[in-house]
């Protein structure tokens, strides 16, 4: 699985666009980008992915750039309950695990 | 949650006792995995099962054993806990073909 760079951390006024940024330079073709979520201690949650069209959810929206190194989710209008680890991971689809990383750790300000 | 249970929620243990986490999951999900989380390093990967009976390893899985008896169930065992196996463990499941995976919410385990 293809290695990602995350900021460890970022600020968001509430209301406000959040913009997670995510580098993936070594992503290959049949690679996947996957983003979670994990709130204070709860276990990770699902939130969106896509191989290489933008995607949209009713959570977020996933951009990824033409050449697929780097994506970024978005978060609309950001609340006080979105403040959490964001965890970008690229991946095989069938493949066995999800390497975590350390994520990027938003906060979301009232 | 796919309907994820994980117990005991809380635990503490001495050193040197045999431990279980169980994992029971409700939607008929082949695949279900342990992880284990700690400051500074986000969740790795012990053990994962791809049916019943059918186990392999992961990035951390020394001092762990699994077992896969019926889909629903997946035991994580320390044989014998160490100081060091102090974490928080999630257990997760995956439908077959996609990767889109759910968690439990999480059993505290502390090692004395």
Known sequence: DAKTTQPP????????????PCNHSTISGNEYVYWYRQIHSQGPQYIIHGLKNNETNEMASLIITEDRKSSTLILPHATLRD???????????????????????????? | DAGITQSPRHKVTETGTP???????????RYM?????????GLRLIHYSYGVKDTDKGEVSDGYSVSRSKTEDFLLTLESATSSQTSVYFCATS??????????Q???????
């Open chain 2, 19 to 29: 431990v279980t986490l169980r994992c029971h999951q409700t939607e008929n999900h």
């Open chain 1, 9 to 20: 951390s970022m600020d968001c006024a509430e209301g406000r666009a959040a913009n997670l």
């Open chain 2, 95 to 104: 439908p077959q073909g996609t990767t889109e995976a759910f968690f439990g």
């Open chain 2, 33 to 41: 995995y342990w992880y284990r989380q700690d400051p500074g390093h």
């Open chain 1, 83 to 110: 403040t959490a680890v964001y965890y970008c991971i690229v991946r095989v689809t069938g493949a066995n695990n999800l390497f975590f990383g350390t994520g990027t750790r938003l906060t979301v300000i009232p």
């Open chain 2, 106 to 112: 999480g059993t505290r385990l502390t090692v004395v």
